[in-house]
T-cell receptor, first 111, second 114 residues
Framework: GENVGLHLPTLSVQEGDNSIINCAYS??????FIWYKQESGKGPQFIID?????DKRQGQRVTVLLNKTVKHLSLQIAATQPGDSAVYFC??????????FGTGTSLTVIP | GAGVSQSPSNKVTEKGKDVELRCDPI?????LYWYRQSLGQGLEFLIY????????KSGLPSDRFSAERTGGSVSTLTIQRTQQEDSAVYLC????????????FGSGTRLTVV
């Protein structure tokens, strides 16, 4: 399968701090990337996406950065809140139809 | 429907029994995917349906696993002669099939084989 991996399996941050979750991908042909958030007992939910013709995209409190040179993707969450505690997955595609998912990073926000 | 619906949400079955898991995708979504998620693990691709094309079954782990999609809508994942290692959350997702758009996932079926 694809080698979409995350540098850290767990991450703990203080409430109010910024969080950075990293992801490495191996297929240089991948041209579309998504970050998903999965809360306990639920399916993954779309957070933010980015296409390969961009290196940064911002949403509400979240920013995704793409570095194609080193095949690295990161998700930044500003002012992390307890509700942000979840597992975060990055996903890539080069077919446009099938996505390959990383193992996930578990984010715990400490009140 | 408004979202991807999966049923049952939980299923406990005895080893050796067959199980059927159902997925009802978002109306109009032509692509449907099944993934398996073991405890603390990532998403393992199982099978992919796109319109009337032959499904991509490359992720099915054994011939005990099969899936069908009737009328281009509802899909059923069948696991025959279940084994304990089949215990996992089975996630279904659908998408519009248009390149550049992601999936919408259901909440999954948690399968426990005892």
């Amino acid at each position: 399968g694809e080698n979409v991996g995350l540098h850290l399996p767990t991450l703990s941050v203080q409430e109010g701090d910024n969080s950075i979750i990293n992801c490495a991908y191996s297929n240089s042909a991948s041209d579309y990337f998504i970050w998903y958030k999965q809360e306990s007992g639920k399916g993954p939910q779309f957070i933010i996406d980015i296409r390969s013709n961009m290196d940064k995209r911002q949403g509400q409190r979240v920013t995704v950065l793409l570095n194609k040179t080193v095949k690295h993707l990161s998700l930044q969450i500003a002012a992390t809140q307890p509700g942000d505690s979840a597992v975060y997955f990055c996903a890539e595609t080069y077919t446009g139809n099938q996505f390959y998912f990383g193992t996930g990073t578990s984010l715990t926000v400490i009140p | 429907g408004a979202g991807v619906s999966q049923s049952p949400s939980n299923k406990v079955t005895e080893k050796g029994k067959d199980v059927e898991l159902r997925c009802d995708p978002i109306s109009g979504h032509t692509a449907l995917y099944w993934y398996r998620q073991s405890l603390g693990q990532g998403l393992e691709f199982l099978i992919y349906f796109q319109g009337n094309s032959a499904p991509d079954k490359s992720g099915l782990p054994s011939d005990r696993f099969s899936a069908e999609r009737t009328g281009g809508s509802v899909s059923t994942l069948t696991i025959q002669r279940t084994q304990q290692e089949d215990s996992a959350v089975y996630l279904c997702a659908s998408s519009s099939g248009v390149r550049g758009y992601g999936y919408t996932f259901g909440s999954g079926t948690r399968l426990t084989v005892v």
